[in-house]
């Protein structure tokens, strides 16, 4: 766990986003990703689109991602929900 998630686990700090991006970019340019690392992606993913949407007020990167998300799981509703938004 990073240690600004440690310290900051309600999210009141708004530290692990950085993290989370971070990790994304990892894992997505993993090419043999198993199945739970796919999973961990998109929780990632996920992650970073509230944290784009609610901390950096960037909802372009924010759809940018949830983009992402769909291309791997066409079914995640956080994605739908965060490209619904205008």
Known sequence: MPFSLAIDQKAQLKLA????IEFAKIMAAKSDRSAGETK???NAYNA???YYVHV???MEKAKEV???V???D???ENAKAILSLK
């Not at 986003?17 to 989370?20: N, T, V």
Request: without cysteine; negative net charge.
């Open 56 to 58: 950096a007020d960037d």
């Open 40 to 42: 961990m992606l998109i």
């Open 74 to 76: 066409p079914n995640n």
């Open 70 to 72: 769909i291309e791997i």
């Open 17 to 20: 986003g950085p993290h989370y």
């Open 48 to 50: 970073a689109t509230a």
């Open 66 to 68: 949830a983009t992402k």
